[in-house]
């Protein structure tokens, strides 16, 4: 499964097979756990 994370726009399009998109910002969990991204490295692109 590849993670893709998408920043500023959001990937409403039909699902892709082996993808995981993920619609998030870049803060840090301290400053908002809902919408913070996981490390960098969690993602493929």
Known sequence: ???VL???MTY???PVDG????N???C???VD??????A???YDT
Request: glycine fraction near 10%.
């Open 12 to 14: 409403t399009g039909d």
């Open 24 to 26: 998030l910002g870049l």
């Open 33 to 38: 756990q809902k919408r913070a991204a996981y």
């Open 19 to 22: 993808v995981e998109i993920e």
């Open 28 to 30: 840090q969990p301290s």
């Open 6 to 8: 998408t920043v500023g």
């Open 1 to 3: 499964m590849k993670r």
């Open 40 to 42: 960098l490295y969690e």
